[in-house]
């Protein structure tokens, strides 16, 4: 089976292909990875199980040849011509009866979590809000050391959510895309996927508030 773990980060599991669209994918497939790994006193670029794939470019993989599409925590990092792209992508590569699972930030279960938490009368709610969201800017992450940064920056570091999903626009995203049999479900359980757990871990026990979806091609 042709499995595309797309925006992989670090969970990079044999049988699958694992893309990132960071530098570091595209650093670490060179020896001059590992001596920057150190200068940087990170493990992330030791790892040479991921390539670098950008998602704003047509696939280089053949129509009707992808068993499983598969990204968490990546789809609202893309602009909205992006996700077009992806998922109209994502149907032209998968077989007939292929599956796309899509793990998100779930807008309403965030939304929900900070009306609750405003008339409790938490005065953070909004700050930890935003910071779900995303949307923040100056001064929200910690600076490393000038490699790291320089790194980060050649990387449009940080990356925030261009958009933001709950289970009915996601949905409509992928009927629009062709996709039937839309259904949601749950961190590292799945109908369709026999191995999730290969990349959904239930030992990290997935992240908060997330919105788990699938899809099948026709």
Same mark, same amino acid.
């Given at each position: 089976?042709?499995?595309?773990?797309?925006?992989?980060?670090?969970?990079?599991?044999?049988?699958?292909?694992?893309?990132?669209?960071?530098?570091?994918?595209?650093?670490?497939?060179?020896?001059?990875?590992?001596?920057?790994?150190?200068?940087?006193?990170?493990?992330?670029?030791?790892?040479?199980?991921?390539?670098?794939?950008?998602?704003?470019?047509?696939?280089?993989?053949?129509?009707?040849?992808?068993?499983?599409?598969?990204?968490?925590?990546?789809?609202?990092?893309?602009?909205?011509?992006?996700?077009?792209?992806?998922?109209?992508?994502?149907?032209?590569?998968?077989?007939?009866?292929? *599956?796309?699972?899509?793990?998100? %930030?779930?807008?309403?279960?965030?939304?929900?979590?900070?009306? #609750? !938490?405003?008339? @409790?009368?938490?005065?953070?709610?909004?700050?930890?809000?935003?910071?779900?969201?995303?949307?923040?800017?100056?001064?929200?992450?910690?600076?490393?050391?000038?490699?790291?940064?320089?790194?980060?920056?050649?990387?449009?570091?940080?990356?925030?959510?261009?958009?933001?999903?709950?289970?009915?626009?996601?949905?409509?995203?992928?009927?629009?895309?062709?996709?039937?049999?839309?259904?949601?479900?749950?961190?590292?359980?799945?109908?369709?996927?026999?191995? *999730?757990?290969?990349?959904?871990? %239930?030992?990290?026990?997935?992240?908060?508030?997330?919105?788990? #979806? !699938?899809?099948? @091609?026709?």
């Amino acid at each position: 089976m042709l499995k595309l773990n797309l925006g992989c980060g670090q969970i990079r599991p044999d049988g699958w292909i694992n893309t990132d669209s960071s530098l570091n994918s595209l650093i670490q497939q060179f020896l001059v990875g590992r001596l920057i790994a150190k200068l940087m006193g990170s493990t992330s670029y030791q790892s040479s199980n991921a390539k670098y794939m950008s998602l704003n470019r047509r696939w280089k993989f053949k129509g009707e040849s992808v068993d499983i599409v598969y990204a968490s925590h990546l789809f609202e990092h893309l602009s909205i011509k992006s996700t077009k792209l992806f998922l109209n992508e994502a149907y032209r590569t998968l077989k007939s009866g292929g *599956i796309i699972r899509l793990v998100i %930030p779930d807008l309403l279960s965030n939304a929900s979590e900070y009306v #609750m !938490e405003n008339e @409790k009368g938490n005065k953070e709610a909004a700050a930890q809000f935003m910071w779900v969201l995303n949307l923040h800017r100056e001064g929200q992450y910690p600076k490393g050391n000038l490699m790291h940064d320089l790194i980060g920056w050649m990387q449009g570091w940080p990356h925030q959510h261009k958009y933001m999903y709950d289970s009915y626009s996601l949905t409509q995203l992928f009927k629009e895309a062709g996709f039937e049999k839309i259904e949601e479900s749950v961190y590292g359980e799945s109908s369709t996927i026999q191995d *999730i757990t290969s990349v959904e871990d %239930p030992a990290i026990g997935g992240y908060g508030n997330s919105l788990y #979806m !699938e899809a099948i @091609k026709k």
